[in-house]
């Protein structure tokens, strides 16, 4: 159970096993996984720093559902950081010239944005000195995911390595963690597991090219991974789509 993972509060009877608020940096997207993430964070008696980027995707409405998811649950603090990924180029989510798929493709998909997470997690790892945390949450999944070499559990745990070989904190011994709890779960387990920690997931955005209403395409491999997900799960989908869906 995703309860588990983090001890929750709902998984020992409302009875919280923490005496002492703890520090973490949460990477909050406005998708379905990374607001999970953040509510499992909370349950755990965790004081959550939202970190967010606008780093030149094609569009902001999943920033703005970031916004909205942290504003629904009771976090420290919200960052939105500006990057210019979109100067580098190479994806279909910073490049407008490159088409995003519509139909479910094989190998590493073009919607990969080249070392996304490796830049997301450095910042983030930079904040959590600063603020003197020592977990980063991030919402990164094995199972249901596009394919993105950035996924997988042995680049988490890489990443984990670097981080205390790299920073202050972990040289002094104050090891950091980097936390994917959803790393071997299906979307459904997902969907399951956020519902009953209470997540509205119709305040979240996941599509690749939603547009500026958050209104979902309902073809790109993330809208396809979604409903698939809530199907499975059993439970009615509340993303809006478009009408040619």
């Given amino acids: 159970m995703f309860g588990c993972r983090f001890n929750c509060i ?18 909050l997207s406005g998708g379905l996984d ?5 509510a499992g964070a909370i349950a755990d008696g965790f004081q ?4 967010s980027f606008d780093y030149g995707q094609r569009h902001r409405s999943e920033l703005d559902a970031a916004v909205r998811v942290s504003e629904s649950m009771s976090v420290v603090e919200h960052k939105v950081i500006k990057l210019d990924l979109k100067s580098i180029g190479g994806s279909a989510l910073t490049d407008v010239e490159i088409a995003v ?13 080249p070392a996304r997470n490796t830049v997301f997690l450095s910042i983030a790892l930079g904040w959590a000195e600063v603020i003197e945390a020592n977990k980063i949450f991030v919402g990164v999944n094995a199972v249901d995911y596009s394919g993105y070499p950035d996924c997988r559990p042995e680049y988490i745990a890489s990443f984990e390595a670097m981080a ?3 920073t202050r904190a972990g040289v002094e011994g104050n090891k950091l963690s980097i936390e994917a709890p959803l790393i071997d779960m299906s979307k459904a387990q997902i969907i399951q597991a956020g519902l009953e920690l209470g997540v509205d997931y119709g305040q979240t955005v996941s599509c690749y090219q939603a547009d500026f209403e958050g209104v979902a395409c309902g073809k790109c491999d993330s809208c396809r991974l979604r409903a698939q997900g ?16």
């Fill in 10 to 27: 709902k998984c020992y009877g409302g009875i919280s096993l923490v005496s002492d608020p703890k520090k973490a940096v949460i990477l």
């Fill in 164 to 166: 205390n070989l790299a």
């Fill in 48 to 51: 959550c720093y939202c970190m």
């Fill in 34 to 38: 990374s607001a999970t993430v953040l």
């Fill in 230 to 245: 809530f199907e499975e799960a059993g439970v009615k989908d509340p993303t809006r789509y478009q009408n040619n869906a």
């Fill in 101 to 113: 798929p519509e139909q479910e493709t094989t190998g590493i998909p073009v919607t990969y944005v």
